[in-house]
Structure formats: structure tokens, C-alpha cells
């Protein structure tokens, strides 16, 4: 039993190369199999590490992927020539957020960075609008970029707030007229763009960007050259930025 306790040990400090199992009879395998088994159940801390190992291993392959990507489709993420951007369009961190009006998450995300931002003066924020929770979402992407288009990004800002912020109820063209009333928007001049083949294009480009970049949820963020899937409260953010800005 000795002979294959040092046999462990020689796998774990070189797995690759320590020796070939498939050269054992297959009762030395069985008493190999045994040796390994009875050294887990005698010091499981050892699956633990290994556990965190691996992770820490597919954690770093992720993000190395993810880069390339954002390297990839830097000029779509931050310079597509539509999409809205807002903090300090001069400052030294791109901050991207792919959402869904319609979305839990993105609401909470919305109180995240909107104090990212008023605490941080040198971010550019960049928004996607990235609609996937049905027709309501859909019509509420519609509206606020038909909105952009009519009255610009001050509008734009009032509604991508208002939605998380006061809109309540079903998204329908009565309930959008009314939300562009209260903002004091021409509701009608924005209801008649919001077919606007522009809008569909738009709305279509950030779903292909999605897609390359392996976003399926919102939110999603880039930060930098990192690439966030889902909610992060406020505290996350601000790391990644100080990690970029490092």
C-alpha cells in the first residue's frame, strides 16, 4: 500500500507526467483507486481545494475570454454612433450597461449606477438598450429611443429614470402617452416614431452585439475591458473601476 500512497503524492505534485496509470495491472488500479479514495474520505479539505483550484482556473479563462471579446467589439460597444451616453462623455472608464426596462434587476441596477456615476465624474456611461422580456419590453425600447429621436438626450434621461424610477403597469400606447405627458414630452410626435425602421435597426444591432459578446440577461455590463453578466450592487461597480483605472 505504500508503494501506491507515494504514487499519490508523485500524481498531485506532478499530475502530467508523475506515472502512467494505464500501465498497472488492473489490481494495482483497483488498490490504486482504493489508496486515492480512502485519502479523500480521510482529508476532504483536499476536494475543497481542489474545488477552489478549479474555479479560480475557469474564473481566469472566463475573463481572459471576455476581454478578447470586448477587444473585439470595442468600436460597437463604445462608439456605435446611436446608442446614448451619459456621465462625462470625456472620462477615462467606459461604462457600458446592456438592460431591459421591463427588467427587476436592471431597476435595482438603475440606483447602483446612478451613484457610480454622481460619486465618479470621470465615467462614460453608454446605455444598449437591450429589450428580451416580451412585447412590453419591446415597446418600452421603442419609446424611449423614438423619445431620444423627437426630443433628445435630456428626454431620453427623464424616461430611462422614469421607467425604473415612477412607470407603473402595463407598457400600452395609452400608458406611454400618458408617462410622455407627465414628463412633459410631445407624446404624440414620439408614439408616430416609434416604428421608425432606425429604431428596429438599433434594437437589432444590440441584440447581434449580445450575442458575439455571450450576453443572454441583463443587466450586463462592460467596464473597462471587463465584462460583468448581471447585477452588481454599487460597491462591485466601483471596484472594477478602480481595477481598470489600476
Not at 11 to 37: K, L, N, Y
Not at 74 to 90: E, I
Not at 156 to 179: H, N, P
Amino acid at each position: 500500500m505504500k508503494r501506491f500512497a507515494l504514487a499519490l503524492a508523485l500524481f498531485a505534485a506532478h499530475p502530467a507526467h508523475a506515472f502512467d496509470i494505464s500501465a498497472m495491472s488492473e489490481a494495482e488500479r483497483a488498490a490504486f483507486g482504493a489508496e486515492v479514495r480512502s485519502y479523500l474520505l480521510a482529508n476532504p479539505e483536499v476536494l475543497v481545494e481542489v474545488i477552489n483550484e478549479l474555479e479560480q482556473r475557469n474564473a481566469a479563462a472566463q475573463a481572459q475570454g471576455d476581454q478578447a471579446l470586448v477587444a473585439a467589439n470595442a468600436d460597437d460597444l463604445h462608439d456605435d454612433g446611436w446608442s446614448f451616453v451619459g456621465g462625462n462623455p470625456d472620462g477615462d472608464i467606459t461604462v457600458v450597461e446592456f438592460l431591459d426596462y421591463r427588467c427587476g434587476y436592471c431597476r435595482k441596477a438603475h440606483g447602483a449606477v446612478a451613484e457610480l456615476l454622481a460619486s465618479d465624474g470621470n465615467i462614460r456611461f453608454v446605455v444598449k438598450e437591450f429589450p428580451i422580456l416580451g412585447e412590453e419590453s419591446l415597446m418600452a425600447s421603442r419609446f424611449a429611443i423614438a423619445a431620444r429621436m423627437v426630443a433628445g438626450d435630456e428626454a431620453y434621461g427623464k424616461i430611462g429614470a422614469g421607467f425604473y424610477e415612477s412607470f407603473r403597469g402595463a407598457v400600452t400606447d395609452a400608458t406611454l402617452r400618458g408617462f410622455a405627458t407627465d414628463l412633459g414630452l410631445d407624446a404624440d410626435a414620439i408614439m408616430a416614431r416609434m416604428d421608425d425602421p432606425e429604431i428596429t435597426q438599433i434594437i437589432e444591432n444590440n441584440h447581434l452585439l449580445a450575442q458575439r459578446l455571450q450576453i443572454a440577461g441583463t443587466p450586463s455590463f462592460v467596464i473597462g475591458d471587463q465584462l460583468l453578466r448581471g447585477y452588481a450592487p454599487v460597491d462591485a461597480l466601483k471596484a472594477i473601476v478602480a481595477e481598470e483605472r489600476g
